[in-house]
């Protein structure tokens, strides 16, 4: 078992390394585009995107694998990356804070692992369950950044979209109570919707830049896998039909159009991070000026690596 795994997310500068405690997610997000990777496909049994927040599969072992692991991957061992230095995230591929976390608490001994070794942790998750975790994150505060994502602040439509992971309001409320004991934050606003008004971004990214957060991530909804056909019933079986038309005809190209929008909206604000896709499949639909524009916010070897 990899207890612990090389990471292109050094690309969106999350982290040249990823420790995922569980294959699948219970909070069955329909934007996310995880259940169409192959970590996920190739280890899930054979379930489709449409079992995604059905199943949780926890990684019998991965406890003692990390702890043998880390005997010899010590913090001077980390990779090094163009823009990363040595950061471990969790997770990537599933919430590690997912519901079932509460009772096997896989996180929480992966977490002790790492700290106690000396490495540097992000930990990203739409549950409000991290603030059990708080002892570990105070304790080592100098070497943690804890995040949290925030599309919108809409409770209700985050019952249809995101059913069970904590809502944005009760995700602000955790991310302010961490900041206020001295735990590094940050906010990744994604997916930003079709939908999503200016004036809503620069709201949230606003309120990141006050409570001090390192970074503010920015991303597009990406069409990947049936994410998109997902959403479109949810929005439809909760009368939202505006949402869900805009979610009918929101393809590659409106894609393109969005993330170039969204980056110049938000590229002046505090610690602002665009997350424009390292595959550059936006350059197809965009004018030259436009494409080089994105390009820039891009590691030069993106492509390499």
């Not at 206020?180 to 990214?205: F, K, N, S």
């Not at 991303?219 to 009918?248: H, S």
């Amino acid at each position: 078992m990899d207890a612990i795994s090389p990471s292109q997310l050094w690309k969106k500068r999350l982290g040249d390394w990823v420790v995922n405690p569980y294959v699948g997610c219970e909070h069955g997000c329909l934007h996310c585009y995880c259940p169409a990777m192959p970590g996920v496909k190739f280890h899930n049994g054979g379930r489709s995107q449409a079992d995604w927040g059905s199943y949780l599969l926890p990684k019998d072992g991965i406890v003692e694998a990390l702890r043998q692991r880390l005997r010899k991957f010590t913090p001077d061992k980390a990779k090094r990356t163009d823009w990363g230095d040595g950061w471990v995230l969790m997770s990537f591929l599933t919430d590690c804070y997912t519901p079932a976390e509460a009772e096997l608490k896989l996180t929480r001994q992966c977490l002790e692992l790492l700290l106690d070794a000396g490495h540097k942790v992000r930990v990203q998750t739409r549950s409000a369950l991290v603030e059990r975790d708080f002892d570990l994150l105070v304790a080592h505060k100098d070497r943690v950044r804890l995040g949290t994502s925030l599309p919108y602040l809409d409770d209700a439509l985050a019952r249809i979209l995101e059913p069970r992971a904590t809502g944005p309001t009760r995700r602000q409320k955790m991310l302010e109570q961490a900041a206020a004991l001295g735990i590094p934050v940050y906010v990744a606003i994604a997916p930003v919707m079709p939908w999503t008004q200016p004036d809503e971004l620069r709201g949230i990214a606003a309120w990141g830049g006050k409570l001090g957060a390192t970074e503010v991530f920015c991303e597009v909804l990406n069409p990947k896998g049936d994410n998109l056909t997902g959403m479109e019933r949810a929005l439809r079986q909760a009368g939202r039909d505006d949402m869900a038309d805009q979610i009918r005809s929101y393809d590659k190209e409106a894609w393109a159009h969005a993330t170039l929008a969204t980056l110049r909206l938000l590229a002046g604000s505090r610690a602002f991070v665009p997350w424009p896709d390292t595959g550059r499949g936006w350059a197809r639909h965009l004018p030259a000026e436009d494409a080089d524009w994105l390009r820039q916010f891009l590691p030069a070897n993106s492509m390499e690596k």
